[in-house]
């Protein structure tokens, strides 16, 4: 079929479907039965043409790899076989409507969106910002553009970055760089570098991800929409190696389309929409076991559908691992819009894909409602000195980036900040675990369209979000803005200019220009540092193509990110509930052992049975001393005897004053607090973990529910709270007084059916560290009993993040007692 004949066919079929549209709900549905087969999917150079009738996938599977080593590709796109080409020889139909509605359906939501009434709820760009500043800017360089393309557009633009390098992909070409720009591999056509593996043809739709837990490098693509191939490098070395994998996501006639994956703690997870020959078929999900993946078998994957009331599920992509802020377990979250309709949008939780379950609603959310802002359907963006537009695309998810236990997410929508409908940036942070809005907030101003946009956020809560501007008298450009963690709610910061658009943007598929699907922003495994490939028009030379793409990084000047590419390195002393053995050294339940954030080494630290202690250490406090030991202050499990004191009990504490720590301990004991003097006498009250504040007001918290006298009354105590003694006399004969410190039940949501079993109090802040008996889920941050919580007050609760794995350090047993001797 020729170009020309393509065109006719389609507006004959838009003109059939406009008749039916009038009662058509508006949520993804069936296309025109007309065009099934010059439109049998959405993406950017469908094949003409149609397959049979699709047959069910098997929802488990393995896909075998092909090794490639990149230094043995040859660079430089694959011309013949680029975009460009390809419609040449009449063998890609552009005209397709790039939605999932039809194009008549658009073009009235689009005309409803030009009425939409001004909304003062929207953050006026105009208009004050909580701050002047914007992240600052950092390395700044051009990229892969049109020209190195192999002649695609739009380009579809993602980034990863790791410890040295960062991965520049488009359509359907990436490259490498270094930190400073410099370009370590020239575009490479990812259908010649894939060649090997015979299912890896004709590209588009490309992914990059950074595995920060195993420093590893993932691309994927979707392959002519019928499977998603997958790069994983063997090591942290992008130049090096690289294994090839093939998963199928699509039979006969359906096409797979807008794949994005995010990296999970043990699966590799990816969203996609699914067409046949009607138009949107549903949204799908994959689980691909990364254990295999890395250690280069035939890897393991599982696929599910949602309801067709659900489309272009975004995985939750993890950050945080060298910051210790990783969520544990296997269950995974999606962000999914619901309804498309703008307005809705659910979090969806896969739990154990491999072992058949399905996937479960977690909860729909109203962001429409939550911000106060009418979203319309994008419509088509102006630039300067042309009257030709650019799409804006629609209202679909471009994201969903895990940091500090919550997750976020961005889209287009219009809307009207006072001087007509433009396209919008509309922001939004959830609690994954409850899929409840945290924050959320409408960023615009009056002439100007933002669009494409895509964010990240740092060790500290602080977002960033890149994306292209553009208006009647800007050539499109790419902005930049953020947020610092204690900012207003609802508000961004100043954007500020990272690349000024060249000239007037054209393309081969003509007007309204394709502009893109998404654009990439990450952030550095040393949680500090963002880096976005974002897009504008560039003086490429052509009128057939002029985008160009540019990497800047980005910090906020307030945040130290905690954390390089060594992995979790807080210092820490610790008891655990067991006996046992870690990095060589063997311990007791008894016994406090250390651990050396900079090198990951262990070492004993007070050795019990030095001094005749025999019984479980479930509490203890360090007061550090100069020119001497550190002192100690005990709490046991059980019923301890200790010469010279007698019978300490689970309601005291002793006061341990060491000659000398190690292997080998000596050292006097005194009494410091009895328990039963002051009300601590039931099952429930015994101590579990104990500390001291900078008043030196002694910190405690029981091991179940327990209550004490207080001037006027009784304090009661469940065992997720820390209540403060102020001691007027120590020593076996105790006195003082209890005063309520920190309430679990509404710090943090999960946190009331926890049991604190260990806790920091940071001197130097308001942050407190908590260990909790068991499995938890707490802010949405999953984990168990070797793990260190750490809670940052926040907007009158504490924001929970994890601070420290014990699998990651190999240690793998219950924590008891903890202090904190290092930051990160």
């Known amino acids: 079929m020729t170009n020309k004949a393509v065109k006719v066919f389609v507006l004959i079929a838009l003109v059939v479907a406009g008749v039916w549209l009038v009662a058509r709900p508006a949520y993804p549905a069936a296309e025109s039965p007309a065009r099934r087969d010059s439109l049998r999917a959405l993406a950017p150079g469908r094949p003409i043409g149609s397959g049979g009738p699709a047959v069910a996938l098997p929802e488990q599977t393995t896909a075998d790899f092909v090794e490639v080593d990149l230094s043995a590709v040859p660079t430089g796109p694959d011309e013949e076989n680029g975009l460009y080409a390809r419609w040449l020889r009449g063998e890609v139909d552009l005209y397709e409507n790039e939605s999932l509605l039809p194009a008549a359906e658009i073009a009235r939501l689009q005309k409803e969106a030009l009425s939409l009434p001004p909304s003062a709820k929207i953050q006026n760009a105009a208009g004050a910002a909580p701050s002047s500043n914007a992240p600052v800017i950092g390395t700044n360089f051009k990229a892969i553009n049109y020209n190195n393309s192999g002649g695609f557009v739009p380009p579809d633009p993602e980034l990863a970055a790791g410890p040295s390098h960062l991965i520049a992909v488009v359509n359907s070409v990436f490259a490498i760089y270094s930190k400073t720009g410099t370009q370590l591999r020239a575009p490479t056509s990812f259908d010649v570098f894939m060649n090997n593996n015979a299912n890896c043809n004709g590209t588009f739709d490309p992914n990059v991800l950074y595995d920060e837990s195993t420093d590893r490098f993932i691309m994927g693509i979707d392959a002519d929409g019928t499977h998603y191939c997958v790069a994983v490098t063997v090591n942290g070395d992008p130049l090096g190696t690289w294994r090839i994998y093939a998963f199928q996501t699509a039979t006969g006639a359906d096409f797979f389309d807008y794949p994005h994956a995010g990296i999970g703690e043990q699966f590799l997870f990816m969203g996609a929409n699914i067409f046949d020959n009607i138009g949107f078929k549903e949204a799908r999900l994959w689980a691909i076991d990364k254990a295999d993946l890395y250690a280069g078998i035939a890897a393991d994957v599982a696929t599910k559908p949602l309801p067709t009331s659900e489309d272009t599920p975004q995985p939750l992509n993890l950050h945080g691992w060298n910051q210790g802020t990783w969520p544990s377990g296997v269950a995974h979250t999606f962000f999914t819009d619901t309804d498309y309709n703008g307005a809705t949008y659910s979090v969806w939780r896969w739990a154990n894909p491999l072992g058949g379950t399905n996937p479960v609603k977690v909860g729909t959310m109203n962001l429409e409602s939550y911000t106060g802002v009418s979203a319309g359907y994008p419509i088509d963006a102006p630039q300067n000195g042309s009257a030709n537009d650019i799409q804006a695309n629609d209202y679909r998810p471009h994201d969903f980036e895990y940091r500090n236990g919550f997750a976020w997410s961005v889209q287009t929508i219009s809307c009207n900040p006072g001087g007509g409908t433009v396209n919008c940036l509309r922001w939004a942070k959830i609690n994954p675990a409850t899929a409840t809005i945290v924050d959320a907030g409408v960023y615009s101003s009056s002439n100007e369209h933002r669009v ?18 553009t208006s009647s008298a800007m050539y499109p450009s790419i902005f930049v803005n953020g947020r610092e963690d204690g900012d207003p709610a609802g508000m961004l910061q100043s954007e500020a200019l990272v690349r000024a658009g060249e000239i007037v943007y054209t393309a081969f598929d003509g007007s309204p220009f394709r502009w893109g699907d998404y654009t990439g922003m990450t952030i550095d495994p040393d949680g500090e540092r963002f880096w976005y490939l974002g897009e504008f028009s560039q003086n490429t030379g052509t009128n057939n193509g002029r985008w160009g793409t540019g990497i800047a990084s980005f910090t906020f000047e307030e945040c130290d990110g905690g954390g390089g590419g060594g992995g979790t390195n807080p210092s820490l002393e610790l008891s655990a509930k067991n006996n046992g053995t870690v990095g060589g050294v063997s311990f007791t339940s008894g016994d406090i052992i250390a651990y050396d954030g900079t090198n990951g080494q262990w070492s004993m630290q007070l050795d019990a049975s030095d001094v005749a202690l025999t019984k479980n250490l479930t509490a203890f406090y360090r007061q550090d001393q100069t020119g001497s030991p550190d002192i100690y202050y005990l709490v046991f499990s059980a019923n301890q005897k200790i010469t010279g004191l007698g019978t300490v009990t689970p309601w005291d504490i002793v006061k341990f004053t060491p000659t000398q720590l190690g292997n080998t301990t000596g050292g006097a004991f005194a009494w410091y607090f009895d328990g039963s003097d002051v009300g601590l006498t039931q099952d429930g009250e015994k101590i579990d973990a104990i500390g001291m504040d900078e008043d030196g007001r002694l910190l405690v918290s029981l091991v179940g529910s327990g209550s004490v006298p207080r001037n006027g009354g009784t304090l009661k105590i469940a065992d997720e709270d820390i209540v403060a003694f102020t001691p007027t006399v120590t020593g076996q004969t105790t006195t003082g007084t209890w005063d309520p410190v920190f309430d679990g039940s509404s710090a943090a949501g999960g946190l009331a059916s926890e049991d604190v079993n260990g806790f920091w109090d940071d001197p130097a802040s308001d942050n407190l560290y908590i260990t ?24 009158g609760g504490y924001t929970v993040t994890k601070f420290w794995d014990g699998d990651t350090a190999g240690f793998g047993y219950a924590i008891d007692g903890i202090e904190v001797s290092a930051l990160p």
């Open 452 to 469: 494409f946009s895509n964010l990240a956020v740092n060790a500290c809560g602080d977002m960033a979000i890149g994306y292209t501007k």
């Open 772 to 795: 909790l008996l068991g499995t938890f889920n707490v802010g949405g941050v999953q984990g168990d009993g070797d793990d260190i919580l750490k809670l940052t007050p926040s907007g």
